[in-house]
């Protein structure tokens, strides 16, 4: 099934960590949450392990606040056990139970596979195995589509190629500075899956330029890197456009992306967002970067070749 998206959903990786029950740290932290499924986005993106459960913990203070149109609002992932790593057809089903428990919500219009890194693909798709988990929750109707949500471009192509999925969800490998996940976005489109891209701006380095510590991918990023982004940020400079918004909009025009995921943190950063989407990028800046030749990321997948 094509889910209805919008071009950007938010993402809560860090939304309520460190807050605790009944806080007035957790008070605030919940406000923001009613804003983020208030919004003019379709869909905020959590997960079961994210912020140790507190993100859907919020997220689920937030709905009950806000009414049952926010609970259409939210989407999630299933993850392995915290503590021995398992990720079979049994800890799908108790992940999700976790989730919905949380938010407070019997169903979900979207449940992703989250880094399935605890076992092997075989597993993964075997009898008894997570996916099996998956397709029984949808069956059921507990969940209305499947996705799978990682980022090793080798690994991700199976599970497309399995035609279990309805969505995919990749970080950090479809941007202005690596591009290893435009085959695996192709392949998915053709299947008619949903589309989500997250990460746009690299973890780090396309949002805060070249400087000392930018990271990209979870990576110190390297001179060689640095030198490429600066180049790029001088095209930027030159038709007086801002670096994260070529980065967001390079995501955002593609034809092979449904949806952006991007990070909010903030009503602050909730607001630039919405800024950087609705800034024009003149067209010569596409050519420019073109120009630029591919960039030396710092993504490095052959271990899952």
């Known amino acids: 099934m094509t889910l209805n998206v919008s071009p950007l959903t938010l ?5 309520g960590r460190d807050t605790s029950p009944g806080s007035a740290e957790e008070e605030a932290v919940v406000a923001f949450a009613e804003q983020l499924v208030a919004s003019s986005h379709a869909f905020v993106d959590t997960s079961n392990n994210y912020a140790a459960g ?3 913990a919020v997220l689920g203070l937030a709905i009950a606040r806000t009414g049952a149109e926010a609970a259409t609002r939210v989407i ?10 398992a990720f079979d057809r049994d800890r799908v089903l108790r992940s999700f139970d976790e989730t919905s428990a949380r938010l407070g919500v019997e169903r979900l219009p979207l449940l992703h596979l ?3 890194y605890t076992v092997t693909f075989d597993e993964a798709i075997g009898r008894g195995g997570a996916v099996e988990g998956l397709i029984e929750l949808r069956e059921s109707g507990r969940v209305d589509a499947i996705g799978v949500a990682a980022g090793p471009i080798p690994l ?22 690596d591009r290893s996940a435009e085959p695996v976005f192709a392949d998915a489109r053709e299947r008619g899956m949903t589309v989500f891209n997250a990460a746009p701006y690299g973890a780090g380095i396309l949002a805060t330029g070249a400087r000392e510590g930018a990271m990209y991918g979870y990576r110190p990023a390297t001179p060689e890197l640095q030198e490429w982004v600066s180049r790029l940020e001088r095209v930027c400079a030159a038709h007086g456009v801002a ?15 449904d949806s952006t995921v991007v990070g909010i943190s903030s009503a602050r950063r909730l607001a630039q967002l919405d800024e950087l989407a ?3 990028i003149p067209e010569d800046v596409w050519h420019e970067l073109e120009a630029l030749g591919p960039a030396p990321s710092t993504i490095d997948d052959s271990a899952y070749a």
């Open 278 to 280: 609705a800034a024009p």
């Open 54 to 56: 507190r993100s859907e």
């Open 11 to 15: 993402g809560t990786s860090g939304l």
């Open 243 to 257: 670096l994260p918004a070529v980065a967001l909009h390079f995501s955002m025009r593609s034809p092979l992306v």
């Open 76 to 85: 999630s992932k299933v993850d392995c056990d915290p503590e021995s790593g």
């Open 114 to 116: 989250h880094d399935p």
């Open 156 to 177: 991700m192509a199976r599970y497309v190629a399995t035609g279990v999925f309805d969505a995919v969800l990749i970080h950090n490998r479809f941007t202005v500075v």
